[in-house]
């Protein structure tokens, strides 16, 4: 049989890719496993002790390794995921007693305020900061990748007028997945990382176009002079009629608040890119899954319903109201930007994004903003109110980044989908180190089943 040799696709798409092939090391090395410090045993009446390993990581808590209860018979059960890792991961860091968030072992404030996103995606993706040559290429790699194939125009043709920014984007990103499918071989780690590169550099203009075509506008096309959070501002908008000045403060804002959400371990989005990439799916598809996920008010929809909340509140003296029903457990009610999972002394993003805040309202001049009276009223009474001291719900970050997006002119229905856009990289970043860790399995939790035991089908006549 005759073989045939093909040239590597990715010199076929560009040969100056090689120059900055991505290192595949993760997990390769010793010194990245965890450390087993001693074994659990799990008595059960009438059976045999089962000594779990006890693991620990660089740092945090130790992990007890329930692997092998699996095959005694026994399932964990853990709604949730409060006390339940489910991978190991070399990304992100957060000890919520302490409101600690590190990038790679970065704090957070220190990248907010020393670095900026692009560099913080390199970060994410590649494990360290670039130096300037890195950073240099890494950008103009990016800027390459910013324009969409013009096909994708006429998808959003397809969507109703007033739908919500969220739902357009969840469709166009999983739509990615069909322009590069059979280029994808999850495997092929300078395919991993030229997907990350595109889904960085498109993000953007897709969130952009989302936006344009709800209010009828024509889409903007990317300028690549400008830096990528001037460019998404440009996108948002100017007009073919009339370019937009970006204010360099508010342009720094907002790429602040792409760093502050650029990743956040396994939160619910980031856990449902990794359950739907554990099977080998298209990773577009994938973050098309961690987009749903992130819409819900609980997650990152947070933002939007928050902001919606402060207005709907609209005067401090209706505050006491707000704060009885977020109390009334009869009531479904909860005060939006507030409370964490894992957070439980401050929230370490609520504080730069609390910064950044009073920079962007002193930058505009903004001094009589309702919102922004009705928030720092609802954050002292808060702050102070035994139900929410003693359950440590502190403001998180979604309650500062709504009133920073509002004051800059951004629509409250696209609160959520900047969100997604600097959760990307931190989407992209856990799906390909899962590609490149031993221990990755099919995502397959179990159950406690409580329906009706078996029993027999009765013809139709008899039931
Ligand atoms: N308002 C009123 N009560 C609350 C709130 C709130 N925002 N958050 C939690 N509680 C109460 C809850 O009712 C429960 O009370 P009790 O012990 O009497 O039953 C207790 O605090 C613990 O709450 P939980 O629901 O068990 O906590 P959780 O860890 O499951 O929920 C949360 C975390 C973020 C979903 C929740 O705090 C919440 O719904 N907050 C509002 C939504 C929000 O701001 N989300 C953005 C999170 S930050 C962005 C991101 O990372 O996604």
């Not at 005759?2 to 040239?7: H, L, R």
């Not at 009869?330 to 439980?344: A, E, I, S, T």
């Not at 995502?443 to 139709?460: D, S």
């Amino acid at each position: 049989m005759v073989k045939f040799s093909f040239p590597s696709l990715l010199d076929i798409v560009n040969p100056r890719l090689n120059q900055f092939r991505f290192q595949d090391t993760y997990m390769s090395n010793q010194e990245d496993l965890p450390t087993q410090t001693g074994y659990a045993v799990l008595n059960i009446p009438g059976k045999d002790p089962i000594k779990l390993p006890i693991l620990k990581g660089t740092m945090g808590p130790e992990v007890i390794d329930i692997r092998e209860l699996g095959k005694k018979g026994y399932f964990t059960y853990d709604p949730g995921f409060v006390s339940t890792a489910s991978c190991m991961s070399r990304i992100t860091f957060i000890d919520g007693n302490k409101g600690i968030l590190l990038y790679r072992g970065y704090p957070i404030d220190q990248l907010a305020t020393k670095t900026n996103y692009l560099q913080v995606c390199y970060l994410l993706f590649k494990g360290e900061l670039p130096d300037k040559a890195q950073y240099a290429a890494f950008e103009n790699r990016v800027k390459r990748h910013t324009l969409v194939h013009t096909q994708m125009e006429s998808l959003f043709q397809a969507f109703r007028r007033d739908s919500h920014p969220m739902a357009v984007l969840c469709g166009v990103a999983g739509a990615l997945s069909a322009f590069y499918h059979d280029s994808m071989d999850i495997y092929d780690p300078q395919l991993r990382e030229l997907t990350a590169i595109r889904l960085v550099a498109k993000m953007p203009t897709l969130a952009a176009m989302s936006y344009k075509y709800s209010i009828g506008q024509p889409f903007v096309y990317p300028d690549n002079s400008m830096n990528y959070a001037e460019n998404f501002l440009h996108m948002m908008f100017a007009t073919p009629c009339e370019k937009y000045k970006v204010n360099p403060v508010i342009a720094k804002a907002l790429d602040r608040i792409f760093i502050l959400h650029a990743d956040h371990e396994q939160n619910a989005s980031t856990s449902s890119v990794r359950l739907a990439g554990s099977s080998g799916a298209n990773p577009y598809a994938c973050i098309a899954a961690g987009i749903a996920s992130l819409w819900g008010p609980m997650h990152g929809g947070a933002n939007e319903a928050c902001l919606r909340m402060l207005q709907q509140i609209g005067s401090v003296d209706r505050i006491p109201e707000y704060i009885a029903r977020a109390k009334d457990k009869n009531d479904p009610f909860r005060l939006f930007g507030f409370g964490h999972r894992v957070y439980k002394t401050f929230d370490p993003r609520a504080l730069v994004m609390r910064d950044t805040c009073h920079e962007v309202l002193d930058e505009l001049h903004i001094t009589d903003n309702p919102a922004l009276h009705v928030a720092t009223e609802l954050e002292k009474i808060a702050l102070n109110d035994d139900y929410f001291v003693s359950r440590h719900l502190y403001p998180n970050v979604d309650f500062y980044s709504g009133i920073i997006l509002n004051a800059i002119g951004i629509p409250t229905s696209m609160f959520t989908v900047i969100f997604a856009l600097a959760r990307t990289i931190g989407w992209i970043s856990h799906w390909n180190e899962m590609q490149t860790i031993k221990d990755s399995r099919l995502g397959r939790p179990r159950q406690i089943y409580t329906g009706r035991e078996m029993r027999n089908v009765k013809a139709m006549s008899r039931r």
